[in-house]
C-alpha cells in the first residue's frame, strides 16, 4: 500500500512507533521486567541512589558485573546529604531471568522470574535508586507506565465515538439539530480544560481506590476532549453527504443511522486516525497533571504523573534528583512519540502523497 510505503519511508515516524513498541511492550511485561515488588519497602533504605556496578572486587579479583549491600546512613545536618553504607564483604552477581517475586503471566500462569537482578536474594539492585518509603523506583517506573501509556487509549475509546457521532448527526441532519448540538459543542470549547479537570478531580469522593479514580479521570478527560472533533466531523460530513455514493442510499430508502455510520463516517477515517494518534498524549498529560498536584493517581499505587509528584519537594529535586528525571523523560518521549507517529500518519495520508 502505498501509504504504508510513505510511513516506511519517514525515519522519524518509524522511531516513534518503535518507541511506542518498546514502552507498550514494557507496560504490557512490567511484572517480568521489574526486578521487585513496586509496593515493597527495604530496611533503612529510603532514598537510595541508584546501585553502582561493579567488575572487579575490591581486592582486584574480576568477578563479572556485581553489587553490594546498601543501606541507607545518618543525615547530615549541615548539608542535608545522606550517607550510604556500602557492605564490601558481600559482593552479588548480577544476571539475567532471576527467580524473584512470584507473578502470574496474563493473570493465569504462576511465574517468578524476572528479566534481571542478583543472584542474593537479599541483595537489592535499584537501577534508579529508591523512594521516600524505599521502594525501588524502577519497579515503580515499570508498573506505573500501565497507568500512563493505558489512559490515552482508554481515553479515545471514550470520547471519539462521541465525538464522531454527535459530529456525523449535526453535520448530515443540519437545521435545528445541528444548532442545537454546535451550540453544546462551543461551550465545551470554551471551558479552559485543566481549570475544569483540577476542579472535577477535587471533588471525588474520599476514600476511592486507584482504579476508581483512574477511570473517573478517564471520563473526566474524556467528557471535555469530543467536542472539538465533532466540530472538524461536522465539516466533513457537509461535503459527504453531497457525494452520489450517500445520494444513492437516501434514494434508496436507507435509515439516516445507517447511512451515517455506513456511509459517511468511514470518509472520515484517515482524519480519525491522525487525530488519536495526536490526541493520546492530551489524555496522558492530564492524567500527569491531575497526579502531579494530588489529584489523580494516590500513593501507593505508582503513575508517571504521581511519581513525578516528588519534584514539589525542593531538597528531593536538588538532592535526589534520580528520582524526578526518569518520569519526566518518560513522559516527553512518550509524548513526542505520538507526535511524531501522528505527523508521520499525516503526511503518509495526504491524497496528495498517495497519488505521486
Given at each position: 500500500m502505498k501509504w504504508w510505503q510513505n510511513l516506511q519511508n519517514n525515519p522519524l515516524a518509524r522511531f516513534g512507533a518503535v518507541l511506542l513498541l518498546i514502552l507498550y511492550g514494557v507496560a504490557i511485561a512490567a511484572d517480568f521486567i521489574a526486578p521487585y515488588n513496586p509496593y515493597d519497602s527495604q530496611l533503612n533504605a529510603s532514598l537510595l541512589p541508584p546501585t553502582q556496578i561493579y567488575l572487579t572486587t575490591q581486592d582486584g579479583k574480576f568477578i563479572g558485573p556485581h553489587v553490594y549491600p546498601t543501606t541507607q546512613g545518618p543525615v547530615d545536618v549541615n548539608t542535608g546529604d545522606?550517607?550510604?553504607?556500602v557492605d564490601w564483604k558481600k559482593p552479588s552477581r548480577l544476571?539475567?531471568?532471576v527467580k524473584g517475586d512470584s507473578y502470574k503471566i496474563l493473570g493465569i500462569f504462576p511465574c517468578d522470574r524476572h528479566l534481571f537482578g542478583t543472584t542474593n536474594k537479599d541483595v537489592r539492585f535499584h537501577l534508579a535508586g529508591t523512594d521516600e518509603q524505599a521502594r525501588d523506583q524502577f519497579s515503580r517506573l515499570v508498573h506505573g507506565s500501565r497507568i500512563s501509556l493505558c489512559i490515552g487509549l482508554v481515553g479515545i475509546v471514550i470520547s471519539f465515538p462521541l465525538g464522531l457521532l454527535v459530529g456525523g448527526i449535526s453535520g448530515y441532519f443540519g437545521g435545528w439539530i445541528d444548532s442545537i448540538l454546535m451550540r453544546i459543542v462551543e461551550v465545551l470549547m470554551t471551558i479552559p480544560s485543566i481549570y475544569l479537570l483540577v476542579a472535577l478531580a477535587s471533588v471525588l469522593p474520599v476514600g476511592l481506590t486507584s482504579a476508581q479514580r483512574f477511570m473517573l479521570i478517564v471520563l473526566i478527560t474524556s467528557f471535555i476532549s469530543w467536542a472539538g472533533l465533532a466540530r472538524?466531523?461536522?465539516g466533513q460530513v457537509l461535503s459527504i453527504k453531497q457525494r452520489e455514493f450517500v445520494q444513492a442510499a437516501r434514494?434508496?430508502?436507507a435509515n439516516p443511522i445507517y447511512i451515517i455510520v455506513r456511509h459517511v463516517l468511514p470518509q472520515t477515517a484517515t482524519y480519525v486516525i491522525i487525530s488519536a494518534t495526536l490526541s493520546i498524549p492530551s489524555f496522558i498529560v492530564s492524567e500527569s497533571v491531575l497526579s502531579l498536584i494530588g489529584?489523580?493517581?494516590?500513593?501507593?499505587?505508582a503513575s508517571w504523573g504521581n511519581l513525578l509528584s516528588l519534584s514539589t519537594n525542593a531538597s528531593i529535586l536538588v538532592l535526589?534528583?534520580?528520582?524526578?528525571?526518569p518520569p519526566a523523560l518518560l513522559i516527553i518521549l512518550t509524548v513526542l512519540a505520538f507526535n511524531l507517529l501522528g505527523d508521520g500518519l499525516r503526511d503518509a495520508l495526504d491524497p496528495r502523497?498517495?497519488?505521486r
Open positions: 545522606r550517607k550510604v553504607i544476571a539475567l531471568f472538524v466531523i461536522r434514494a434508496m430508502g489529584l489523580g493517581i494516590q500513593q501507593p499505587d535526589q534528583p534520580w528520582l524526578v528525571w502523497s498517495l497519488q
